[in-house]
């Protein structure tokens, strides 16, 4: 015997056409994937990484659902540090993407915290040479946030507002490398190696 799909018909919001709702693949209930990708690209992008490694309740929940742990319970498994892990590096690898930098150029460090702050980082890794990448690599972005900071009934406009602040922070830091020296001395003010 096989499960049926429910498939419903929905109204997006914007365009204001029908399109079919399938639970167990459209992420918004209120917006066609077309109009949620054009209306939050950012946003977009970043649940559909977390569809793919946590599935589509975790990509519905992950920032703008309450939830009373610093991630929804679709999202965690048996390695809760693992999995903050797996949410910061789809935000980083999107934003990073969005500015420029595509995924076999950027790298996503990082430290994650349940109790506390997770530190991360993106750098801007050289091309192909005969030094590790780590000792040639730019940092873009550096940022601490406590995960549960990052869900909890957020409208889509703020998660977009939240992922385009870091996208630009990235754009400036491959253009200005002060703000990459700034990124550098928060890390060495926090006494806290992300390499290590």
């Known amino acids: 015997m096989t ?22 693949e459209t992420i918004y209930e209120d917006l066609c994937s077309r109009c949620a990708e054009r209306k939050f690209p950012l946003a977009f992008a970043v649940r559909k990484r977390i569809q793919e490694s946590c599935g589509i309740v975790a990509a519905r929940e992950v920032f703008t659902e309450k939830h009373d742990g610093c991630l929804p319970n679709s999202m965690i498994g048996e390695d809760l540090m693992g999995d903050i892990m797996t949410l910061f590096k789809a935000i980083g690898h999107v934003v990073a993407e969005a500015a420029g930098l595509p995924e076999e150029q950027h790298t996503v460090i990082v430290e994650p915290s349940y109790e506390d702050t997770t530190w991360w980082m993106i750098t801007k890794d050289p091309p192909k040479t005969g030094l590790p990448r780590a000792a040639e690599s730019q940092i873009v972005l550096f940022d601490y946030t406590k995960a549960w900071h990052l869900g909890g009934n957020l409208a889509e406009d703020q998660v977009e507002e939240m992922l385009e602040g870091w996208k630009e922070t990235i754009v400036k830091s491959t253009r200005d490398v002060r703000l990459v020296e700034d990124a550098v001395q928060l890390l060495k003010s926090a006494k806290l190696s992300l390499l290590s």
């Open 3 to 24: 499960e049926e799909i429910s498939i419903q018909r929905h109204k997006c919001r914007v365009c204001g056409t029908a399109f079919d709702f399938n639970e167990d």
